[in-house]
């Protein structure tokens, strides 16, 4: 599992870290696994040419002492600085020493400096550190439209990306690779910063003791494999859960077939889908298995969980279905057109978990169900502030659909999804993580899990077809995955 911490926690962490060792020891091991990096980015380091934009403060003195390493192996060093008065004394020095070049970047003359950028093998960035805030600032964003083919390298984070939150204000600098250090920051793990990182490297300085349980996660394979329900010997369909769906409308019965599928290939033993007949007819000829009823929710029968509100409408047929599960004292899975509905209410207590699956602009009119007025834009520049805010709001476990996928809980803890694909965006492909979802509630597991195991498989689905990929597509695809995550 990945961890990533605030720049306030990496802070505190690295002051009691510095606090055992001598002066200038910490920077030092950044700078050596940033030029490490390097090298192995390089492949041959004697001759190459490698520019420095360097800023002030620690970031930059990280950027100046792995310059320094470059140049004692051969490679040709031009450090330019953005604020030569304020850039850190000691890695000045020792790039010096090394024989890197010192230029100011704010020569208006500026013909030298844009022929080192176009004709640069790697250009190792270094402007502005985790604690900076805001655009670009000139003459940064106008050195760096010189960068021709050269590999750009941020060291920690990209400049101009925030390391809390990701959001990017205006100009910001697109890396190739970010090399940082000691733990990730939110920023490189969540759009739009995620975006702006590129491949992303993490050196050990050996923060890891000194810092706190992490609020903010990522799940690899190993965590996903241990999460996922697998049967035993004694198990039969009822043990295993069953899920329920209050899905799919006269005008919409595709969706109710979608979200059983998901959950049928879900891993619980069985679905009860409550619904009319027109609703009805297509899961049964789609999904045979299905245990169909045109009982009212409450009347159809125990499960461990339900899915309510994909392709459901608004009427008030769909309205008395979604309040009969909303009120039901197993977890409940919210999407769609129930999220719709939930909309027109104001946020209650639950008698049971709770998992909501609003894109942005279902998240707007959540919010504005509470009395907070948002938009979408602001949703999607600040996707890990919004759904953790939607999630303390609305008591429940989040699951913000988008260019990067949040889960958020109530308290706090986040997780971002790694496997998403724009090819997701197509019609169907919410119910069927919705069904999948839902299924991993009814096998057991809590929402945040549940959530995140099943944006994961989600995209590892969609990753596994080739493109354009439909959303039936997916539902075949669920086995192989699964099988692929847990070695089976």
């Not at 590129?198 to 241990?226: C, E, K, M, N, S």
């Not at 679905?271 to 789609?286: F, N, S």
């Not at 459901?312 to 309040?323: C, H, M, S, V």
């Not at 590892?460 to 990929?469: E, N, Q, S």
């Amino acid at each position: 599992m990945r961890a990533a911490h605030e720049v306030e926690r990496v802070r505190a962490a690295e002051a009691a870290l510095m606090a055992t060792l001598p002066e200038g020891t910490l920077m030092r091991r950044a700078a050596a696994g940033l030029a490490n990096t390097c090298v192995r980015l390089l492949g041959r380091v004697y001759g190459a040419r490698v520019v420095l934009l360097v800023g002030s403060g620690d970031n930059g003195g990280d950027t100046l002492y792995a310059g320094g390493l470059l140049a004692r192996r051969g490679a040709r060093v031009d450090a330019l600085l953005l604020a030569p008065e304020r850039a850190h004394s000691g890695g000045l020095a020792a790039a010096r020493r090394a024989g890197v070049r010192v230029r100011d970047a704010r020569d208006p003359a500026r013909t030298e400096l844009i022929d080192l950028l176009g004709r640069a093998d790697l250009v190792l960035e270094g402007i502005v550190g985790i604690g900076g805030r805001g655009a670009l600032r000139p003459p940064a964003p106008e050195l760096l439209a010189h960068v021709r083919d050269a590999i750009v390298v941020a060291v920690d984070l990209p400049s101009g990306v925030d390391a809390d939150t990701g959001r990017v204000e205006g100009a910001a600098v697109r890396a190739d690779v970010t090399v940082t250090f000691g733990t990730y920051k939110p920023g490189l793990l969540v759009d739009p910063g995620a975006a702006h990182a590129g491949v992303r490297h993490l050196v050990d300085i050996g923060l890891d003791p000194h810092l706190p349980d992490p609020r903010l996660t990522v799940l690899q394979h190993a965590d996903v494999a241990r999460l996922l329900p697998a049967p035993s010997a004694e198990s039969d369909k009822y043990s295993r859960g069953v899920l329920g769906v209050v899905a799919g409308s006269p005008r919409y019965p595709g969706a109710a077939v979608l979200v059983v599928g998901a959950a049928v290939r879900g891993g619980v033993g069985a679905v009860r889908c409550a619904g009319p007949t027109d609703v009805l007819g297509p899961v049964l000829a789609a999904w045979p298995e299905t245990l169909a009823t045109t009982s009212a929710p409450a009347d159809a029968g125990r499960v461990q969980a339900w899915v309510v509100g994909p392709g459901l409408d608004t009427d008030p047929d769909g309205e008395a279905r979604w309040t009969s599960v909303l009120h039901a004292r197993v977890p409940v899975l919210v999407d769609a057109d129930g999220l719709t509905l939930l909309a027109r209410t104001k946020p209650g207590t639950w008698s049971a978990p709770v998992l909501l699956t609003p894109h942005a602009g279902e998240a707007v009119r959540l919010f504005a169900a509470a009395g907070i007025e948002t938009t979408r834009e602001r949703i999607e520049a600040e996707r890990l502030e919004h759904a953790r805010r939607l999630a303390a709001l609305y008591d429940c476990v989040v699951l913000l659909k988008g260019t990067t996928t949040v889960i958020a809980a109530p308290d706090g803890r986040a997780r971002i999804n790694p496997t998403g694909t724009p090819w997701l965006a197509t019609a169907g492909s919410g119910d069927v993580l919705s069904g999948l979802a839902g299924a991993l509630l009814a096998a057991g597991l809590e929402a945040l899990d549940a959530g995140s195991v099943a944006a994961y498989l989600h995209g590892l689905a969609a990753r596994a077809l080739p493109g354009p990929v439909t959303a039936p597509d997916l539902i075949r695809a669920l086995p192989t995955v699964w099988a692929d995550v847990t070695g089976t």
